[in-house]
């Protein structure tokens, strides 16, 4: 797992190294760290280091020192580099001078607006060191027209300046950078909403912070985490031994969402499904290893449920939810249930108070469960979650996923190809085979988004798809974070 920390502890845990390592000492490493990934840009995407053009785009502070510091490192390889001084008068001194003592050239931009312009179009390669951890709000005017002139690529410092780095929230002008390089971990803007997007591919450089930093705020999951999570089948291991879901969705209008959520719950483990409701017909059609029948009342025992996709708002529908919440297992609450569980209060009483819960909304059933997402969807999840006592995944390009007791976990979407209809049907059916599988529900989310994604991105592969396309995928999506398991030499779930 790799961790993500607020700006706030981040800046403690520099404050306790400052103690035993001198600032400047840091800020030459972390600069180091940026000139050395920029010369690395440029080999990628232009063939030479030396002779290559770099401008740097130097705010006031610590993020302009870094650039500058960096602009030194970049001279020492014969890289050509001009610094962009936004705010000459408080550019750091230090870095400053270390930049001219290389032969670096200096450039104004509130002296000479246009020779600024002239040297940020010219440049194979742009450094973002406008401002860092502290910046709030979108870009300046005067710093929005550089960055609109840039031509080449573009490497921001530590974060993609005019996000927040909190909540990654852009309200107007912002670096979108090719890369990213931070220091000592990932922050909150290099995962969330418009920051992931804007932060483009991201480098951590180390330069001592690991013993200060605690418990992440964020954890992010990768394959080889989902791999070796993953329940499969052992020697000793039947069909109910490997968990037992009941599905209760679909309705005579939407039987499809019964389809796609059952057969995820068939293709994501080794274990069995039932399904209860109107479209038992096209789910046996469809997939003969299910055990269908008509009513959640006859559909036998389980060891977890899928609830509401395409189950309808109507007496039906209620009563279903209400009967899933009351077996005393794991429950994947979905869609319909979502909304029920939002109109009616009722519903909650029906819940047995062991039961571990997870729901799954997008924004506009989050807003009516819990209101409005608003600018920070972490805190919005975290709060969501502590209310409801359940797990809450909030949909989006970034999954954000959070536990009753605070834990927080995102996923960043490969791509926007799950953004299709049914495709939500197919993760609530992932989430509950896992559920059944015994798995921690908070896990269970994280890693059937990782899945789910990945399967999407498989089956996409460049290309429009159907959900009937991603469910398809998931068996190959479970082999490849398997494989990413056993490439790093962990054990499987099965084999510990």
């Excluded at 989902?226 to 499969?232: C, D, E, I, N, Q």
């Amino acid at each position: 797992m790799q961790g993500v920390w607020t700006t706030e502890r981040v800046r403690a845990a520099e404050q306790r190294v400052f103690q035993r390592v001198p600032e400047a000492v840091l800020m030459r490493r972390a600069a180091f760290g940026v000139a050395t990934h920029a010369a690395r840009l440029l080999d990628e995407h232009t063939g030479a280091v030396a002779g290559r053009r770099v401008a740097l785009l130097v705010g006031a502070g610590n993020n302009g020192g870094d650039a500058l510091w960096a602009g030194a490192f970049l001279r020492r390889r014969g890289v050509a580099v001009t610094a962009v001084l936004l705010a000459p008068e408080r550019a750091h001194a230090e870095g400053l001078a270390a930049f001219r003592r290389r032969g670096g050239r200096v450039v104004s931009a509130p002296e000479d607006p246009e020779q600024a312009r002239t040297e940020v179009a010219r440049a194979d390669l742009v450094v973002d060191g406008i401002v860092g951890l502290s910046g709030r709000g979108p870009l300046r005017p005067a710093a929005a027209e550089l960055v609109q002139a840039v031509r080449g690529l573009m490497l921001a410092v530590d974060l993609p300046s005019g996000a927040d780095p909190d909540t990654g929230v852009v309200d107007g002008p912002v670096v979108r950078a090719d890369v990213t390089v931070t220091f000592g971990c990932r922050k909150p803007v290099h995962v969330l909403g418009e920051g992931a997007v804007c932060s483009g591919t991201v480098h951590v450089v180390d330069i001592g912070l690991g013993d200060e930093l605690t418990d992440p705020d964020i954890v992010l999951l990768d394959a080889a985490d989902v791999g070796a999570l993953w329940p499969v089948p052992g020697p000793e291991d039947d069909k109910y031994t490997q968990g037992v879901l009941g599905v209760a969705a679909g309705s005579a209008t939407y039987p499809g969402a019964a389809v796609l959520a059952t057969g995820a719950g068939v293709l994501a483990t080794s274990g069995m499904v039932r399904y209860a409701g109107p479209a038992a017909e096209a789910v046996r059609a469809r997939w003969p290893e299910v055990v269908a029948t008509g009513s959640v009342t006859d559909a036998g025992r389980t060891q977890a449920w899928v609830v509401g996709p395409g189950l309808g708002t109507g007496g039906a529908g209620r009563d279903a939810v209400a009967h899933v919440l009351g077996c005393g297992v794991p429950v994947c609450a979905d869609a319909d249930a979502i909304n029920l569980l939002a109109t009616d209060e009722t519903l909650w009483d029906a819940r047995d108070p062991d039961t571990p819960l997870v729901l799954t909304p997008h924004d506009r059933e989050f807003a009516r469960l819990a209101g409005p997402v608003g600018r920070d969807r972490v805190a919005a999840v975290r709060r969501a979650a502590a209310e409801f006592d359940a797990v809450v995944l909030l949909k989006g390009h970034t999954t954000v996923v959070a536990a009753p007791d605070g834990r927080v976990l995102v996923n960043r979407a490969r791509s926007a190809w799950p953004a299709t209809a049914g495709s939500g049907d197919v993760l609530s059916g992932i989430i509950g085979a896992l559920l059944a599988g015994g798995m921690d529900p908070w896990l269970a989310a994280g890693c059937g988004a990782l899945v789910h994604d990945l399967a999407a991105t498989l089956a996409a592969d460049g290309a429009p798809i159907g959900a009937s396309a991603l469910l398809a995928a998931v068996p190959d999506a479970v082999r490849a974070v398997r494989a990413a398991a056993a490439a790093e030499g962990r054990p499987v779930a099965a084999e510990r």
